[in-house]
């Protein structure tokens, strides 16, 4: 994996690339200096937390929004002269913005229609793509007739038509219940991997991204924080607002020691030291809490250990989360437990507030940062 989370051996062909690019809305810098490439047939997630920049980012690939500095390119040559609507790149709105008195095949055919194509020609991209998007039966509908998910996909066959060689999607399944957007999400990479293009997408939902993108790019105050694959983010967060934002985490404050973080009261947790970090320099160790284990088993070769006491159990259906006082830590910690089996070994009586147990974990999981 190299710094820009490019996946070895994967097609990595840049379509367009990001330089230095800046946009100012008066006193805010929406988008900082931001630099990244977008490779063919890859599905790339822009993710962070609200106001980051996500939106604005996506509006100046379109066109709808200039630079104040920096330059997009395709395929090498500069977009920003460049009209949205000339630009082979397509945005599809959170709102999906479809016409309700024209029917699914009305609507998708519009842009078709607006570019004056011939009508054979129409009929046959409307088909093709109303069957990808699983609408064929559904063609002669107004959009009032379709469910939420129906709606979405008449979008995506809209923008699809057109053939861009980048298609922008913001907060494509922002408007759909948690189960929908469950499954949309594996559809929507079903068809970005069937018709083979770029796909955008903006999502302030982490899961979301990392379930469906190839790489994603965690945006922080209009700056890029990290672009990796999903894995790479959640497995090796480079700050600390990266490793807080995906999943949970558990912080440990103190000072960079040559084995890992001496930590005050707590003495030192063991860990790798990223290059750069000089020791006696403060740092934070983070560790998931699935990686945390109960009981110290020697045979596993956890270098840590804490002694705690159970505060809390919730049960969250698949998995427990046990917070545990560490006595010398002002904040509990969380451990997680696969519910069934319970790899614990503990009875299920022994996981109640109020036991003393030991959290352990291995050195390798532990997560050193700077400060
Ligand atoms: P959200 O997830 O809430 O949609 P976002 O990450 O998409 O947020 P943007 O919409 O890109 O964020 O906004 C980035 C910053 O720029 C915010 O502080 C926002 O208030 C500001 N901003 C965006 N558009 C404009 C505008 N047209 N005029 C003034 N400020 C703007």
Redesign the pocket.
């Known amino acids: 994996m190299s710094e820009t989370g490019k996946v070895a051996g994967g097609n990595s062909a840049t379509v367009i690339r990001l330089q230095g690019l800046s946009k100012r809305?008066?006193a805010?810098t929406?988008v900082d200096a931001v630099s990244l490439d977008l490779y063919e047939n890859e599905f790339f997630a822009l993710l962070?937390p609200?106001?980051?920049?996500?939106?604005?980012?996506l509006r100046l690939i379109a066109g709808f929004e200039s630079p104040d500095a920096g330059q997009i390119l395709l395929d090498g040559e500069d977009l920003t002269p460049i009209k949205p609507n000339r630009r082979p790149v397509n945005l599809m709105f959170q709102s999906y913005a479809l016409f309700p008195h024209m029917s699914v095949e009305g609507n998708v055919a519009y842009g078709l229609e607006m570019e004056r194509l011939p009508k054979p020609e129409i009929a046959r991209r409307v088909g093709e793509v109303l069957e990808m998007a699983q609408l064929g039966e559904l063609r002669r509908r107004r959009p009032h007739q379709l469910s939420g998910g129906q709606r979405q996909r008449v979008a995506l066959a809209r923008a699809l038509v057109k053939r861009p060689r980048v298609l922008l999607l913001d907060e494509p399944l922002g408007a759909l219940d948690r189960k929908l957007r469950e499954q949309m999400q594996l559809e929507l990479k079903r068809l970005q991997h069937e018709i083979g293009i770029t796909f955008v997408v903006?999502t302030?939902d982490q899961e979301e991204a990392l379930v469906m993108a190839d790489r994603i790019a965690l945006?922080d105050g209009?700056r890029l924080a990290q672009i990796d694959s999903p894995r790479g983010l959640y497995e090796h967060p480079r700050t600390r607002f990266v490793a807080g934002f995906i999943g949970s985490m558990n912080f440990f404050e103190g000072h960079a020691a040559a084995q890992g973080v001496e930590v005050e009261g707590l003495g030192l947790l063991r860990g790798d030291l990223p290059a750069g970090l000089a020791p006696g320099s403060r740092a934070t160790l983070a560790v998931r809490p699935e990686r945390l284990a109960l009981g110290s088993d020697p045979r596993r070769q956890m270098e840590n250990n804490l002694n705690g006491e159970i505060r809390e159990v919730a049960y969250h259906g698949q998995d427990l989360n046990l917070h545990i006082a560490v006595s010398g830590r002002a904040t509990p910690v969380t451990l997680r437990l696969s519910s069934s089996p319970d790899p614990s070994g503990l009875a299920p009586e022994a996981l109640t507030p109020g036991a003393r147990v030991v959290l352990s974990w291995s050195a390798l999981h532990s997560r050193i940062l700077e400060a």
């Open positions: 809305f008066g805010i929406a962070g609200s106001g980051c920049g996500k939106t604005t980012l903006v302030h945006l209009g």
